[in-house]
């Protein structure tokens, strides 16, 4: 379903997440990726969405970044959305996190629904992102005479046993 919701948002060869991929973010020992399916009457999948723990440093508190929400188009407007966003809002409000957060695109005609259910668009913060060459240039660029040591965890999540 990740490959339809890039079809739908119309970059479908910026997708390039495999099985094999997907499983191991999922199915490990300390998983830092979360997922959940919507099932319909028959059995058979009919939305997802994939999400990831955020911190805020103002709360002291964990949040939820939901990564994609995807209810496949047969299935618009029967529940299944609301549904999951629903799972993660109780997720939120039993483990004490103080946000759930995502992003749409402009045209999406799903910001209706979320205006409806209550949620805020956050105008006022811009993203930015760092990929390809340009975060390998940064990757290589150190201060002279500045350390930045980790603090708090493993280094590379996914080879932690």
Wanted: with cysteine; proline share 6%.
């Amino acid at each position: 379903m990740v490959h339809e919701l890039a079809e739908y948002e119309r970059a479908p060869q910026d997708c390039h997440l495999t099985v094999e991929q997907l499983h191991e973010a999922l199915f490990t020992d300390r998983p830092a990726l979360y997922g959940h399916v919507a099932i319909g009457d028959t059995g058979e999948p009919i939305g997802m969405m994939l999400w990831f723990l955020n911190f805020s440093t103002w709360n002291g508190v964990h949040g939820i970044y939901l990564e994609d929400l995807y209810v496949r188009p047969d299935f618009r407007g029967s529940g299944a959305g609301k549904a999951l966003l629903a799972t993660l809002a109780r997720i939120c409000v039993e483990r004490g996190y103080s946000r759930l957060e995502w992003w749409v695109l402009h045209w999406n005609p799903a910001r209706e629904f979320y205006h409806a259910i209550g949620a805020a668009a956050m105008d006022e913060w811009l993203p930015y992102r760092l990929t390809g060459a340009p975060l390998a240039r940064l990757a290589e660029a150190v201060g002279p005479g500045i350390d930045a040591v980790e603090q708090g965890g493993p280094h590379d999540l996914a080879a932690t046993p």
